[in-house]
């Protein structure tokens, strides 16, 4: 019964609370999950490097963490931010990657 999007961005894109109550994915709320999407982008890209330059665990559960999300912001857009119908969930194949890229520091 909570939501966690800022109010002036639901007011600058017209989306409402009732509408993400009632699980609509229409255009306005696909626009507004896009722009947050892309700030959320934006903020793990500007916290990469610190994860790379972190040693042992502490960096590893850090670079492994901003893959993650990452592939989650990705599989977000693929299904065009309908979070109602279609949780993006981080799959056998998609830990595969995150574990190699973090181990890699890719």
């Not at 722009?35 to 982008?41: F, S, T």
């Not at 790379?52 to 901003?66: A, D, F, P, Q, Y």
């Not at 990705?74 to 799959?91: I, M, Q, S, T």
Request: glycine share 6%; aromatic share 8%.
């Amino acid at each position: 019964g909570r939501v966690y999007i800022p109010q002036d961005d639901l007011q600058k894109f017209g989306v409402s609370e009732a509408q993400i109550a009632e699980g609509r994915a229409d255009f306005a709320f696909q626009r507004l999950m896009a722009y947050e999407c892309e700030r959320a982008h934006k903020m793990l890209k500007a916290g990469s490097p610190l994860a790379k330059t972190l040693k042992g665990r502490m960096g590893l559960e850090l670079r492994m963490i901003v893959l993650g999300a990452q592939q989650i912001l990705h599989k977000l857009e693929a299904n065009r931010y309908d979070v109602f119908n279609r949780r993006p969930v981080l799959e056998a194949k998609d830990w595969w990657v995150v574990v190699k890229r973090a181990v890699l520091k890719k």
